[in-house]
């Protein structure tokens, strides 16, 4: 067993999440965790809601409610949202918390100790007509380097190089059109060249790492420069020095703030467990966590956060880059061992844009459809490596020509002729099985090790194309076999040896699925008579913050339970019942109205 760390993109509470936001983040996450946790690891999931930043204050001012309020609001739409999906959080929390904001002024602290961060005075842009501080990604212009026209004033989008505002060939204020204005304001600098040398040569170990991933992250650290971790702000984590932290037109930059997150929801939840240093098992360099490993989720626009400035913060705080330094209080922190960054999922041909109604929002689906519908669409068909479209065609014919036809009627026709001819999961014949059978068996059996090894390399594509492969298998199987036709006595031996073999491969292409397709998966463990948990889901609960602040809702759950990865031999004499169907066959109607509401 080891301890696995899966550190989960924080989700902005600006608005309810789309579904290509969770096709980045979200079940590619929850699909890794759940086989860790089934093959025997210790698992740790986290993440939260993302909510400081002038993002925020923007869209409060506009909605007239504070930022808190905003944030509260969106945080809650989000727990429901993600809950619903199923995805396995040990804790999901927020930013906005007490042990948050301490856990952020500790990595200030020691990086500004240890002389990673510095104070300068820089040029910031103000809008014109309000007075007001224009964040860098509030700022569009050209691209001084590659020429893209609508390049952020903290990062291009199109090269992937950082950014300045000031840079900008013709910048302009995204929230007015305005053209800012430049002035001098005294902000902290992370030294992001002082920490090139240990970033590359943390970068030169990483092995199997998705080739863009890699590529891009190395080609960053060809021009390293020192980056503006402060911001003029009302709304985010006070900076935590003399003379600084009582200043209410300073703040801590949202991005510096909410990659520190994953650290600071691993103390939460430790403290949440009745033992306040657990989490060192999965992020102390020199003590347990030594061999942990640590898996980051994310769609592709934030690769640079994850694989340069959050290693960067982390190796500054532990005192490891050109001016070294001691760790802080937490001590030596472990860096990720892999990056893995999904690409952009479109809809219909399009960008997703809530703005230009190009969007469908998670709860609007699953209002809809199932959850483990749309997890298939994105396992087997999502932007894994590739940026992916998605319709509501290819949606349809998914869920009806491979969950309906395939794997569900698999399931529904197998356990149907059993609970019809015997009543329960039938024996096999004393006289053995044949050849056929045991080649059957052995398929599914050799799926655990295929399938396996394709999630723990993030490979899901294959991985899920690889357990649809074995339920391929066994409807050719049943179709070969014919038990229909064992219609007398002489036969039912035959017949029930049959359909055993059917329901023990249906067993174990669940267990197969089952971090794929977690609710039907518990619906297939108990159409074959099985009882207790089989794949853990998530509970929203309501807290109190640990350090006095206000309440709020997370999600957790008790992931001890649950299948393991491997066969289990079925029980011969195990009731059943008539099945229900397990996914819902959809109607060709539905992509006319669809598209209907997306056109208006």
């Not at 400081?52 to 309020?69: F, L, M, S």
């Not at 694989?307 to 001590?331: F, H, K, N, T």
């Not at 809809?347 to 749309?374: N, Q, T």
């Not at 602040?549 to 031999?569: K, N, Q």
Request: net charge negative; proline share 6%.
């Amino acid at each position: 067993m080891s301890h696995v760390l899966a550190a989960v993109a924080w989700p902005y509470a600006n608005g309810p999440r789309h579904i290509g936001h969770v096709s980045g983040f979200g079940v590619p996450s929850d699909v890794f965790a759940r086989y860790m946790r089934m093959a025997g690891h210790d698992v740790l999931m986290v993440s939260g809601t993302d909510e400081h930043g002038t993002p925020i204050q923007v869209q409060a001012d506009a909605d007239g409610v504070t930022p808190r309020e905003l944030a509260d609001r969106y945080n809650r739409v989000i727990v429901e949202d993600l809950h619903g999906l199923g995805l396995s959080y040990d804790l999901f929390t927020r930013t906005t918390t007490r042990n948050h904001y301490a856990v952020v002024q500790e990595l200030f602290e020691g990086m500004y100790r240890n002389g990673y961060i510095v104070p300068k005075t820089t040029m910031g842009a103000i809008s014109p007509s309000t007075g007001r501080t224009l964040p860098d990604r509030y700022i569009e212009g050209t691209c001084p380097i590659c020429g893209y026209d609508s390049a952020r004033g903290d990062q291009c989008d199109n090269c992937g190089n950082q950014l300045d505002p000031i840079d900008l060939i013709d910048p302009k204020s995204r929230i007015n059109g305005e053209t800012p204005k430049f002035v001098e304001t005294e902000h902290f600098f992370l030294d992001l060249p002082a920490l090139a040398d240990v970033l590359r040569q943390w970068l030169d170990t990483r092995e199997g790492w998705r080739p863009n991933v890699l590529r891009f992250s190395r080609n960053l650290l060809d021009d390293l420069q020192p980056r503006a971790i402060t911001r003029d702000l009302e709304w985010g984590v006070p900076i935590p020095l003399d003379g600084w932290r009582d200043r209410p037109d300073k703040r801590i930059y949202v991005w510096f703030d909410a990659v520190i997150g994953y650290l600071s929801a691993s103390i939460e939840w430790a403290r949440r467990s009745g033992d306040p240093e657990a989490w060192r098992r999965w992020w102390s360099t020199d003590g347990e966590g030594k061999d942990a490993r640590a898996y980051y989720f994310m769609g592709k626009d934030n690769i640079v956060f994850h694989s340069v400035i959050w290693p960067a913060l982390l190796s500054g705080y532990s005192g490891e880059g050109s001016r070294d330094g001691e760790p802080g209080e937490l001590g030596r922190l472990n860096l990720p061992t892999e990056v893995v960054s999904s690409e952009y999922l479109t809809m219909e041909g399009r960008k997703f844009s809530s703005s230009r109604k190009v969007v469908i929002y998670v709860r609007d689906f699953l209002e809809r459809y199932d959850a483990d519908a749309l997890r298939y669409f994105i396992a087997a068909a999502g932007p894994e490596s590739n940026d992916t479209d998605f319709t509501w065609a290819e949606f349809l014919r998914r869920n009806n020509d491979e969950l309906v036809a395939g794997w569900g009627n698999l399931v529904n026709r197998s356990i149907s002729m059993a609970a019809k001819n015997f009543g329960a999961i039938p024996p096999v014949d004393p006289a053995g099985l044949t050849e056929a059978d045991e080649a059957l068996l052995a398929v599914a059996r050799a799926g655990f090790a295929t399938v396996g090894d394709l999630i723990g390399r993030h490979r899901q594509k294959q991985a899920i194309g690889e357990a649809m492969k074995v339920v391929a298998e066994a409807n050719k199987y049943l179709s070969e076999q014919a038990p229909w036709k064992l219609k007398g006595e002489a036969d039912k031996p035959r017949m029930g040896t049959v359909l055993h073999v059917a329901l023990q491969v249906i067993s174990d292409a669940n267990t197969l699925l089952t971090p794929f397709l977690p609710h039907s998966a518990q619906q297939v463990h108990e159409l074959l008579g099985g009882t207790g948990v089989h794949a853990p889901m998530p509970v929203i609960e309501q807290v109190d913050d640990l350090d006095g602040g206000p309440a709020y809702p997370v999600l957790t759950g008790d992931y001890t339970v649950g299948a393991r990865w491997e066969s289990v031999p079925l029980e011969a004499g195990r009731p059943l019942a008539a099945p229900k169907p397990v996914f819902r066959k959809l109607d060709p109607s539905i992509v006319d109205e669809e598209l209907a509401r997306l056109a208006g």
